[in-house]
């Protein structure tokens, strides 16, 4: 079975500083998906970002990034010019890809990042 | 685009009560998820349609929650009799497929006193 780990219950950072949330995930499979998704207190959960695992060029949306590397099995988040808005729950996810695989979801605990102004 | 409705946004109940959620999913959006999330933990999948077919239940504690989706669009998932340990924010998600990105709803959360 796949699982997600985040070694990081808390993280802060101040505005307009950069801050990276890390992520490693355990599988066998070859063809994946991992997601960063947002959830802010008592709202839902948006996605972030995404990275398909045979894409060795890693993805970016915005002031958000990611490190993927596929052989340490390992997915950080890299936050730049971090805002107020961005203060929230973070979640490493993971999806099978091929054909025979579940689509569910496997999260991580999540990290919780506050931004300080 | 609306996006996924769920209601209602908080319950509270007492231990082996009843307790029903509803959650109507993006328009047509073929799949729909429904997770548990329980205080410091990553939402967990319950159960997974595709149109009105059980895709993934295998995480579903079948002796108490139950889920149906009729005719393809709005689910329900039920809690026949409710446990102290079922306390948790209850999300329902959507996708066009389950190749899809996931669109989550605003959850439920529930209190099991």
């Known amino acids: 079975a796949q699982t997600v780990t985040q070694s990081q219950p808390e993280m802060s950072v101040q505005e307009a500083e950069t801050v990276t949330l890390s992520c490693t995930y355990d599988?066998?499979?070859?063809?994946?998906?991992l997601f960063w998704y947002k959830q802010p207190p008592s709202r839902q959960m948006i996605l972030v970002i995404r990275?398909?695992?045979?894409?060795?060029q890693n993805a970016t949306e915005n002031r958000f990034s990611v490190n993927f590397q596929k052989a340490a099995k390992s997915f950080s988040l890299k936050i730049s010019d971090s805002q107020l808005g961005d203060a929230a729950m973070y979640f490493c996810a993971y999806r099978s890809g091929g054909e025979g695989g579940s689509e569910k979801l496997v999260f991580g605990k999540g990290t919780k990042l506050t931004v300080n102004p | 685009e609306a996006g996924v409705a769920q209601s209602p946004r908080y319950k509270i109940i007492e231990k082996r009560q009843s307790v029903a959620f509803w959650c109507n999913p993006i328009?047509?959006?073929?799949?729909l998820y429904w997770y548990q999330q329980i205080l410091g933990q990553g939402p967990k999948l319950l159960i997974q349609f595709q149109n009105n077919g059980v895709v993934d239940d295998s995480q579903l504690p079948k002796d108490r929650f139950s889920a149906e989706r009729l005719k393809g669009v709005d689910s329900t998932l039920k809690i026949q009799p409710a446990k102290l340990e079922d306390s948790a924010v209850y999300l329902c998600a959507s996708s066009l497929s389950t190749i899809h990105e996931q669109y989550f709803g605003p959850g439920t959360r529930l209190t099991v006193t």
């Open positions: 990275q398909e695992a045979y894409k060795q």
């Open positions: 599988t066998s499979e070859s063809d994946y998906y």
């Open positions: 328009s047509g959006h073929a799949t």
